[in-house]
């Protein structure tokens, strides 16, 4: 079934937007306003509690989202040196994600704007990821074409603008960050995986190993990151056993891995860029903070004629101003969700109508 937002009655323009991110591991809230920007943010993460487990554990995840979210909220709101009376609205996470997760925000974030009296709107945590970057300055111009790598997606996405999106490729099985993670995990590196095996990739020698770029020798923008994954285990396996520095072996098998993400991922950029017509790429989502894909990244595609957009390193992981700013262009727009409205574990991005 289709997403179809109801539309606000009339009423005062939205101006000062908060909003809340609680769909994975880490507990966002940010006040966003429309004619001074972002006012304040806050992010808890989870590391620690899940540290133990190497991985998410999604009931944990809940519980820690009901114990941060509201001292989150009044932290915010004292440091933008507002009240709860000069919100205007309200936006959430519905999804996609960890239902449990997504259930603390959107319960919180409904009930929070019914008793201030204002509407409310369900976000899509991947337009919230896609729309980071407009929060910068100088903020990309529409058109662009979107690669977002954020935990379990990987997709190439044609904009035109807000609510106006083509999904171009996709990941078929591992998303680019599930593999660094699960890349991580095979190299005994701690939780979060991803940037441990960046670090360690540092001192890896970039000639020793060299892994497969999936997918690259064929038409087609769709990813797979499943079988360098693999490659990974079997290197693991056969260099190991033998190696005279096993600290240095992990370090190069950690950078041919990274080398082969970051090269399909600019190979299939600069197809898509090339495919769609457009000169302007954005990158967004956890795994376009890492230092080699953005080097890369800008040299490629500076090379072709076009411009490379990120937002900061703090609002490429999950945060509420991602959540803020797209609510606020939402709610704007006079979107806004009934009472009933509940989170959504899968929410197809190309469901989305725009405002």
């Not at 991985?55 to 989202?65: C, I, T």
């Not at 996470?93 to 259930?103: C, F, Q, R």
């Not at 540092?202 to 797979?224: A, I, K, Q, V, W």
């Not at 693999?230 to 072996?249: H, I, K, S, Y």
């Amino acid at each position: 079934m289709s997403y179809t937002p109801q539309r606000a009655s009339t009423r005062a323009p939205v101006t000062r937007v908060l909003g809340i991110e609680t769909s994975c591991d880490e507990t966002g809230v940010a006040v966003y306003d429309g004619e001074r920007g972002l006012l304040a943010q806050a992010v808890y993460s989870q590391v620690d509690i899940h540290a133990r487990y190497g991985g998410v554990v999604p009931e944990l995840a809940s519980r820690d989202h009901v114990r941060k979210t509201l001292p989150l909220i009044r932290q915010v709101l004292e440091e933008s040196a507002i009240d709860a009376g000069h919100i205007d609205g309200v936006a959430f996470t519905a999804g996609p994600g960890l239902v449990g997760a997504l259930l603390v925000g959107a319960a919180l974030g409904r009930s929070l704007a019914w008793a201030w009296g204002v509407p409310a709107v369900a976000v899509h945590h991947m337009e919230g990821h896609l729309l980071a970057p407009l929060l910068e300055d100088p903020a990309p111009a529409f058109p662009f074409v979107a690669l977002l790598v954020s935990g379990g997606h990987t997709q190439l996405v044609d904009v035109t603008g807000i609510g106006h999106y083509r999904i171009l490729g996709e990941s078929l099985d591992d998303a680019a960050g599930e593999a660094f993670d699960k890349t991580a995990k095979i190299l005994d590196l701690p939780y979060p995986g991803g940037p441990e095996l960046a670090r360690l990739a540092e001192r890896g020698d970039p000639g020793r190993f060299r892994f497969p770029r999936p997918m690259t020798d064929r038409p087609g923008l769709d990813f797979s990151f499943s079988g360098l994954k693999t490659f990974a285990l079997n290197t693991v396996r056969e260099a190991l056993p033998e190696a005279v520095d096993p600290a240095q072996t992990r370090a190069d098998i950690a950078r041919a891995f990274e080398e082969a993400v970051v090269d399909t991922l600019v190979i299939k950029c600069r197809r898509a860029l090339q495919e769609a017509g457009r000169k302007r790429l954005i990158l967004a989502g956890g795994v376009s903070a890492n230092r080699r894909l953005r080097e890369r990244m800008n040299a490629a595609i500076a090379a072709a004629g076009g411009e490379t957009y990120y937002p900061r390193p703090s609002l490429c992981t999950d945060n509420g101003a991602m959540i803020a700013y797209a609510g606020w262009q939402r709610l704007r727009a006079g979107h806004a969700e009934p009472l009933a409205f509940g989170p959504r574990a899968r929410w197809p991005m190309e469901e989305l109508p725009p405002p």
